[in-house]
């Protein structure tokens, strides 16, 4: 008996249904392509539930008539593309004829439409597949496409989707993302009888900029446009037309911008926003040596090239792509928004990669083919935080028991190393007393360096004092213990809708670690009282920090790793800066008082506090050993 059978289509729809509709904010992107492709001008989103209960995309674009509207919702029923060369160079959002099919088998549906040649307009009606009915209806030009409890009939799915808000910021952060590419539409959202933005049709891109992420942001943006010609062969480039260039038009972060992750990082290619390792690559290595490492800039990036160069068959999400001449468009990128960094005169800040720094002669980096002043300098310098870990991690069980008497193969030295030490040279180095820790200076007056028995040590005071406030902040929040201070005059915060919405959810959190937050007015806050330790200044950097951070895990995250965030930016926020003079007993204050912690060798964020060169290690470089 054969066993190959051919599902049902209904079946068959649900599994490719699958792959186009994860989600409520899926649709949203589905709809909203449709209504740009059609030409629509002006475009309106209105949802219930997160989308869960009802998602409305209505547009003035150009419609179908009667015989288009049922065609449309055939599998691979497209007016986009005819023949299979048209794949090569695709020109519009959509041209997989996927999409209505898959949304209306999952939902059930209402697309209301007409064009500007029809005098009446078509209503077709359909759940899971079915067509339920087809009407004439009197109707301005355009569509409206009306889907209604999703997934109803694939419980699998329906299962996966998370808490209305949840869903609603993933919507926000579709639309946010069509109208920055598309500033001359105008676009709106209505959640559950809420305007949550209306943003009007602008010409240039910063007012679109301007009417999404608000006047703070801006100001802290490079804009930059460049250029570079795809042939670099004069005769090969003549040959071709003008337009065979790459045009970059960008809006780039000062380096005094930290994101902790890269919600803020925004690619368009032709106008389709897409996610590519090789963008975000070319983005970052442009900041390299200009942010710290771990944190990321917001930038935008609008690339444009001809529709041959890139190729948008990928996936059916359409969000990956793949270009015909990767390292040209790297290079290109990386090159001209670095340009625009060095040109803009940022101060680049004092700091020191842990990457750069952990060279070990024994099993050399492919990645260390880039030339490094540090390492060329001190080529045998193992400087690696992680042996750093298990030596402090000594040192605070060695304070916590004074007594017992852990002796250091290095404590024992006069002199040059023994060969004992040689063969231990692996193991942890653990001393008695954090009295030992002996503070020799500051470099920059940003870096403690002490000597630590024979070894070097170099601290970031910075970080030091987070990790010191970090699980003060903690343990008194434990305890119940929360001092606040209130503003004499409150502190106005304008928000992102993504940030509103993150805001709402934690709002008790906020209130529970001393902030008094306050709705004021269309996207704007204000804040009555902190947390103690905290200046006014860097409050709002502090929240925006805050509410990116939280931005993907809101729905998922414990409300103890909330209170860790809240306690990591205050710490943050509130710990001695770098570029700040210490008194000597300063220095040894912050070295107690770190050794106390427990863990002193990262700070909240995940970077290294203490970098140690080992004696070992300073008489292997001077080549005494
Ligand atoms: P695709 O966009 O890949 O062509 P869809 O399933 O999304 O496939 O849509 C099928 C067809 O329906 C489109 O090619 C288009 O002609 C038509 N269509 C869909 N939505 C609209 C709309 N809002 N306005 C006008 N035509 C539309
Ligand atoms: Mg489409």
Request: glycine share 4%; with cysteine; aromatic share 6%.
């Amino acid at each position: 008996m054969s066993k190959v059978r051919l599902l049902p289509e209904s079946l068959a729809n649900k599994i490719a249904a699958g792959e186009v509709v994860e989600r409520p904010a899926s649709v949203v992107k589905e709809l909203i392509e449709n209504s740009l492709d059609a030409k629509a001008q002006n475009l309106k989103v209105i949802v219930r539930a997160g989308g869960k209960g009802l998602i409305q995309v209505l547009d003035d674009g150009e419609g179908l008539n009667p015989d288009d509207a049922l065609l449309a919702f055939e599998r691979h029923a497209t007016s986009k593309i005819i023949k299979a060369e048209d794949l090569t160079e695709i020109t519009t959002l959509g041209f997989r004829g996927e999409a209505l099919p898959s949304i209306a088998g999952v939902s059930r549906l209402i697309m209301e439409t007409r064009t500007q040649d029809q005098p009446i307009g078509t209503s077709v009606e359909i759940a899971g597949t079915r067509i339920l009915g087809v009407k004439e209806i009197a109707r301005p030009q355009g569509t409206s496409v009306l889907v209604r409890d999703l997934f109803f009939n694939v419980p699998a799915r329906k299962k996966f989707l998370r808490a209305d808000n949840t869903e609603l910021s993933h919507i926000v952060n579709v639309l946010t993302q069509y109208a920055l590419a598309y500033p001359e539409n105008s676009i709106s959202l209505t959640s559950s009888g809420r305007e949550l933005f209306n943003f009007q049709s602008v010409v240039q891109l910063k007012e679109r900029l301007f009417q999404v992420f608000g006047s703070d942001l801006l100001k802290q943006l490079v804009e930059l446009e460049a250029e570079v010609p795809l042939f670099s062969n004069q005769t090969q480039a003549k040959e071709r037309f003008d337009q065979e260039r790459i045009y970059l038009h960008a809006f780039v972060s000062s380096p005094d911008v930290h994101k902790l992750n890269r919600n803020s990082l925004y690619f368009f290619v032709n106008r389709r926003m897409v996610r590519d390792k090789m963008l975000i690559h070319a983005l970052l290595e442009a900041y390299r040596r200009i942010l710290p490492s771990g944190v990321f800039p917001v930038a935008l990036l609008f690339i444009e090239m001809p529709y041959s160069e890139v190729d948008v068959n990928v996936h059916p999400s359409k969000t990956e792509v793949r270009f015909r001449r990767q390292s040209l468009i790297h290079d290109f990128l990386q090159e001209s928004i670095r340009k625009a960094l060095m040109n803009a005169r940022f101060q680049t800040p004092f700091s020191v990669q842990p990457e750069k720094l952990k060279v070990n002669p024994r099993a050399p980096q492919p990645s260390q083919k880039t030339s490094n002043n540090l390492k060329n300098s001190l080529p045998e310098l193992p400087l690696s935080p992680h042996s750093l870990k298990a030596t402090l991690l000594g040192n605070r069980l060695s304070f916590q028991s004074p007594d017992s008497s852990i002796s250091s193969p290095l404590c024992a030295t006069s002199g040059l190393i023994s060969r004992e030490e040689q063969t231990r040279e692996g193991e942890d180095i653990k001393i008695s007393n954090c009295r030992d820790i002996q503070p020799l200076g500051q470099i920059e007056e940003s870096f403690i360096v002490a000597s630590d028995k024979g070894s070097l040590l170099i601290i970031d005071q910075h970080v030091a004092h987070e990790r010191i406030l970090f699980e003060k902040i903690l343990s008194e929040r434990q305890q119940g213990k929360i001092e606040t201070q209130g503003l004499l005059l409150p502190l106005i915060v304008e928000l992102t809708l993504q940030q509103q919405i993150i805001l709402e959810n934690i709002s008790t959190e906020l209130n529970s670690c001393g902030f008094e937050v306050e709705p004021f007015g269309h996207r704007t806050l204000a804040i009555k009282s902190v947390p103690a330790d905290l200046t006014a200044a860097d409050l709002k950097k502090l929240l925006g920090e805050l509410l990116d951070g939280l931005e993907k895990e809101t729905q998922q995250v414990s409300l103890e790793r909330i209170k860790e965030k809240i306690a990591a930016s205050i710490a943050c926020h509130a710990a001695i800066k770098v570029n700040t003079h210490l008194e000597y007993s300063k220095m040894i204050w912050l070295i107690d008082e770190l050794l106390k912690t427990k863990y002193p060798t990262t700070c909240p964020h995940g970077r290294p506090i203490i970098l140690r060169y080992k004696k070992m290690e300073i008489l292997k470089a001077f080549k005494r050993i």
